[in-house]
């Protein structure tokens, strides 16, 4: 192995460290707690090390919120692979996103309620936004009508979803029937009796 090579390895590790120890922060205490300082007590480096890996708090949201979007995908596509029918892949889907926002509340918000400098909804979106989008996508496919656009549809399923979790998690709109509206949002989708 090269010296070039360990320095890769190792840099590359530092990075994983700031990025879970970030997450790991946030997840517990909040993202007001997540500064670099903290970060640099966390991780037992000096916060001119996080700077040369992170311009500042703003790109360790960023590369946490890649991540989680990676994990997100993975969710999504085994609730979408393991469902049969389109009906039971749309709900499955949207299960999953729920779950995923209830279980990972600080994750959720940086993914899709925090100012991250990433660009959504382009060519030039990190490869795991695209793939999360992706599993929404092939998720809402099958049950799209000839010449529909298949990515508005698939845009309005997401908006649906993110606005019953957003509106739940607040308080806006009480919990005990979530599973109710995420069926009546999955019925305007694909009406009851569809494959």
Not at 117 to 145: K, M
Request: aromatic share 6%; glycine share 8%; with cysteine.
């Amino acid at each position: 192995m090269t010296i070039q090579t360990r320095r890769e390895r190792e840099r590359a590790e530092r990075e994983r460290l700031i990025v879970t120890a970030a997450r790991e922060l946030a997840e517990a205490e909040g993202w007001d707690a997540v500064t670099t300082r903290r970060l640099a007590e966390e991780i037992e480096y000096s916060q001119p090390v996080l700077y040369s890996h992170f311009k500042g708090k703003g790109a360790i949201m960023a590369a946490v919120a890649v991540q989680g979007c990676a994990d997100l995908a993975d969710e999504l596509r085994a609730a979408r692979t393991a469902a049969g029918s389109a009906r039971e892949a749309l709900a499955a889907v949207g299960g999953a996103y729920t779950a995923f926002a209830r279980r990972r509340p600080a994750l959720y918000d940086v993914i899709f309620t925090l100012a991250v400098d990433l660009p959504f909804a382009t060519p030039e979106a990190p490869a795991a936004l695209q793939d999360a989008f992706g599993e929404l996508l092939q998720a809402v496919q099958p049950i799209a009508a000839d010449g529909e656009d298949t990515g508005l549809l698939t845009e309005t399923y997401w908006a649906g979803l993110h606005g019953l979790v957003t509106l739940m998690r607040s308080g806006r709109l009480p919990e005990e029937a979530h599973e109710q509206r995420l069926a009546l949002l999955i019925g305007h989708f694909v009406p009851p009796g569809t494959s």
